[in-house]
């Protein structure tokens, strides 16, 4: 059947990751996103899914036409039997005999007909089952994923604050000892402090 468009989707993002660069001064395991060419992929992924849903649906729908055209040979057999028992009607023993034998083709088809029956329903619900568990661990892995990007973010945010705020602290203490009979000015705050 080959790969589905989920799984290619899924493939894109981890190809996408691998192309990403870490910050210069970050530890190996930290990387810049495009924030929206991740958000495309995600897009695409969450567009995808119903399709694949729709995609086991119609293995299902063949599973049916599978099982109907069965059905209609168990009954053609049927029929087929009762034909020979009306021709086999004048002769009592040959009757019997025919009987006999149509009883048992008819036992033959009904058991092939419900193990037919029960095979496809069988496949469709593992199909049904698989197709729901497989998007939900992609969607899953994909998740965490993301939540570690988010993560990593904020952290690396943090980082680049502080620094800066060393670096202004730094320049301010160069200031004052240039100046050293003013008084030392109080670092202002940032607007994000103050809130």
């Known amino acids: 059947m080959g790969n589905s468009r989920i799984e290619q989707i899924i493939e894109e993002i981890e190809d996408y990751i691998d192309t990403c660069k870490g910050p210069l001064l970050g530890s190996g395991d930290k990387i810049i996103v495009n924030r ?112 570690r990007l988010v993560d990593t973010s904020h952290v690396r945010y943090e980082a680049m604050i502080n620094n800066f705020q060393d670096f202004y602290n730094e320049i301010n203490s160069n200031r004052a000892e240039l100046r050293p009979s003013e008084p030392e000015p109080e670092p202002e705050e940032t607007k994000e402090e103050q809130e």
Request: aromatic share 2%; proline share 1%; hydrophobic share 40%.
């Open 36 to 147: 929206e060419k991740l958000e495309e992929l995600l897009r695409e992924l969450r567009m995808k899914t119903p399709e694949e849903i729709k995609r086991y649906q119609k293995v299902l729908a063949n599973k049916e036409a599978i099982l109907a055209d069965a059905q209609k040979k168990a009954e053609a057999i049927v029929a087929q039997a009762n034909l020979q028992n009306q021709e086999l009607v004048n002769e009592h023993e040959i009757m019997q005999q025919a009987y006999d034998q149509a009883h048992r083709v008819v036992e033959m088809a009904a058991s092939q007909a419900q193990e037919i029956l029960d095979n496809a329903t069988r496949d469709a619900n593992e199909i049904r089952i698989g197709a729901i568990q497989y998007t939900d661990d992609k969607l899953a892995e994909l998740q965490e994923m993301v939540q």
